[in-house]
């Protein structure tokens, strides 16, 4: 981030941001080890949310910047609540067995809390920076 906070060094921040993340990304396909049904999915819904990114940020203006900023954001607050919720779904049968079920619906919880508090939040400043 500190890349990005002047001119001549932005490219050079930007292009190591698109490093960092395409290296999480080889990362967590390493780890995951996707079989080849899953990384259709996978691959399908990264270029579904891709086209779509740039669609919406193809036509907005740069003064619309901080606007852009804060819808996103929400999506990324709505992806955590769903997340969470899914985990929890998938996790509930497992809950009368296992010990540890208490760490699990709280890290549930206070996912889909802070997901919906984001996600709420930059709503309402989107609305605000919006008029």
């Known amino acids: 981030l500190a890349g990005l906070s002047t001119q001549s060094t932005a490219r050079l921040g930007n292009a190591l941001g698109m490093i960092g ?6 990362a967590t396909l390493g780890g995951l080890r996707p079989s080849p049904e899953l990384m259709a999915q996978m691959s399908g819904a990264m270029a579904v949310g891709g086209t779509l990114g740039l669609g919406i ?21 709505l992806a955590a609540m769903l997340t969470c919720v899914a985990e929890y779904m998938v996790e509930y049968p ?3 067995t296992d010990s540890a079920t208490s760490l699990t619906k709280i890290i549930a ?4 809390y802070i997901g919906g508090v984001t996600f709420s939040g930059s709503l309402v400043a ?6």
Request: aromatic share 10%.
């Open 21 to 26: 993340v395409a290296g999480g990304l080889a």
């Open 94 to 96: 497992h809950f009368t």
């Open 109 to 112: 919880y206070l996912g889909t």
């Open 126 to 131: 989107y609305g605000k920076l919006q008029g």
């Open 57 to 77: 940020a193809t036509r907005m203006q740069i003064s619309e910047l901080p606007q852009l900023v804060a819808a996103f954001h929400s999506l990324v607050g």
